[in-house]
């Protein structure tokens, strides 16, 4: 699984052009490639800040001295009336 050969290959590539028209399939290939360039580069920008050791790019982790009032939970809202 995961190796697609010519024939296989082939085969989307003329189910697409039937679904999707020989004038549309340039755009939505484009598309498709565009969108898995942003999601390799996601990627690599989320493995990168795992290895730093951040939680999200440019924020800081807060830094607390370990009482228990660090670990507390936050008042709940007031009801509304």
Known sequence: MGNLGFQEL?????IALIVI?????PEVAK???????AF????KDDHHNDRA???HAGEEVPQTDG??????LPPPPPPTT
Not at 21 to 25: D, I, N, Q, S, V
Not at 31 to 37: N, S
């Open 31 to 37: 598309a498709l490639g565009e969108a898995v360039r």
């Open 10 to 14: 082939l085969v989307i590539f003329l």
């Open 40 to 43: 390799r580069d996601a990627m």
């Open 21 to 25: 028209g020989p004038r549309k399939l």
């Open 67 to 72: 009482s228990a009032a660090d670990r507390s």
């Open 53 to 55: 050791g951040s939680i």
